[in-house]
């Protein structure tokens, strides 16, 4: 039993300091390799659980239809629109502006189709708005969360991969035995 921490001198507070906030960063960590485990686990389940809903995969094709058919066909169409001239009419054009031209309407159907994408509702219940700028706003920080939790969980697997699954279940059974106990300790308070 260690004394009141109105008893320790200043060294041995920042050391039971150094040592709660050392408890805690681990936790964190037994946290996010436990949660790690629970998709892993779910994914072995049901693998169709990862794919895209089919009511969302079906207004994204609604959205790409315009988005990417029309710049695709400004782009065939401009290419034949120039043949055209230089054979029919004898008009000359520098192939960098006919290359320009149609890499121009390629350039814009590739973000017709990112914009396709994000700007659908990924919520297979909403619908979402006709030119989805809330959506896409909202699935780009989706996206950039996501990223953020893939790094994230990189460095966890890294750290699991140095560990005994043994250890690893250990662990996280005595962080839930902690978590439970704090719980418990905190309804009868």
């Known amino acids: 039993p260690s004394p009141p921490s109105d008893q320790l001198n200043a060294g041995q507070q920042t050391l039971a300091s150094l040592r709660r906030e050392r408890a805690e960063k681990r936790d964190t960590e037994l946290r996010r390799i436990r949660d790690i ?10 693998p169709g659980v990862a ?22 066909a400004g782009s065939v169409g401009s290419f034949v629109a120039f043949w055209y001239f230089a054979t029919y009419q004898d008009t000359e054009f520098q192939p960098a502006i006919v290359a320009t031209t149609s890499v121009a309407f390629l350039v814009v159907g590739l973000l017709g189709i990112t914009y396709s994408i994000f700007s659908t509702s990924w919520d297979e219940d909403r619908e979402g708005s006709f030119f989805g700028i809330d959506e896409a706003k909202r699935n780009l920080d989706n996206v950039k969360q996501g990223l953020g939790r893939s790094r994230d969980n990189l460095v966890a697997r890294e750290k699991m991969a140095a560990l005994s699954d043994r250890e690893i279940d250990t662990a996280i059974a005595d962080l839930n035995r902690r978590e439970a106990a704090q719980a418990k300790k905190e309804e009868s308070e």
């Open 51 to 72: 794919a895209i809903p089919e009511k969302v995969a079906a207004r994204m094709g609604a959205r790409m239809l315009p988005l990417v058919g029309l710049p695709l």
């Open 37 to 46: 485990r629970e998709v892993d686990a779910s994914l072995a389940d049901d």
